[in-house]
């Protein structure tokens, strides 16, 4: 590994030289790029964990910057870059996948310093589980369940202002989950996953959590900005209606409407109506 992380230094070094005032932020999508693509060429799981430290050695120096905020990598397909409407919170994610099919998540969530002060930095690392990710609980850095986040929006409930996210996870050969999630910052600063704001008829819940057939796609995504629509699920197996494995997209839309301070799911939703 670190023979690996000399050559990204040196190589740095090299093209901050050849030319002038070139910043690092300028040189890492070209060693970025070609890492990613070792990922993919590379089908050994032990290089693969190497070639992905060198990618968090970089990763890790980017969001230490303080232009992070006002810059995006382009052309990297396999970095996810989100960032908030407000723009206040940013979000870099990438998953590792093995030869067993299995993931492994890593993520940044970066929070805008107020009146000055340092962005807020938070890594993350997560693994998926075959046990599904509960919507009854609240998760932590330190138990995080991984996935990889594409899109976000502010809202506020309580006088306080929250986040709602969308994302996936690719799971295993038989399941993927597309997941609705609340962000927040307690008093102490420590992020925390969910909040009790999902209700559907008298269940209440701290986010929802889709689960179907990896060789299906679903549909999740913004409406409005207090509208997220997604496909309702069903399963094609009458004999494994338990089984998430079977489940896939009926092909028409479900919704949750955020009303009052809470997200309500709203059943047939018409996706030609503006919220």
Request: charged share 25%; net charge positive; hydrophobic share 35%.
């Amino acid at each position: 590994m670190k023979y690996t992380i000399l050559y990204i230094i040196l190589l740095f070094v090299i093209s901050t030289g050849a030319a002038k005032g070139q910043s690092e932020v300028n040189d890492s999508p070209r060693v970025l790029e070609k890492l990613f693509g070792r990922l993919l060429t590379d089908h050994d799981d032990s290089a693969r964990v190497r070639i992905n430290d060198s990618i968090k050695f970089i990763i890790d120096s980017y969001v230490e910057s303080d232009t992070v905020f006002d810059h995006r990598f382009t052309n990297l397909r396999y970095l996810g870059q989100v960032s908030s409407p407000d723009s206040r919170l940013k979000i870099i994610t990438w998953n590792l996948i093995f030869q067993d099919g299995t993931n492994k998540y890593f993520c940044f969530f970066l929070k805008k310093g107020d009146r000055g002060k340092k962005n807020m930095i938070y890594r993350l690392t997560g693994t998926h589980s075959n046990e599904p990710v509960r919507s009854d609980t609240t998760y932590s850095i330190q138990n995080w369940y991984g996935a990889l986040y594409y899109d976000i929006r502010p809202f506020k409930t309580d006088k306080n202002v929250y986040y709602i996210l969308l994302g996936i996870d690719y799971g295993n050969s038989s399941v993927n989950r597309k997941i609705i999630e609340v962000i927040s910052f307690n008093h102490d600063g420590e992020l925390v996953f969910g909040k009790k704001c999902f209700v559907a008829g008298n269940q209440e819940k701290f986010r929802e959590v889709l689960e179907y057939s990896s060789g299906g796609v679903i549909s999740l995504r913004f409406h409005s900005g207090k509208t997220v629509v997604f496909d309702h699920l069903a399963s094609f197996s009458e004999s494994n209606k338990s089984d998430r494995e079977y489940y896939g997209a009926e092909y028409t839309y479900d919704a949750y409407i955020f009303k009052k301070g809470l997200w309500r799911f709203s059943p047939k939703f018409d996706a030609r109506n503006e919220h």
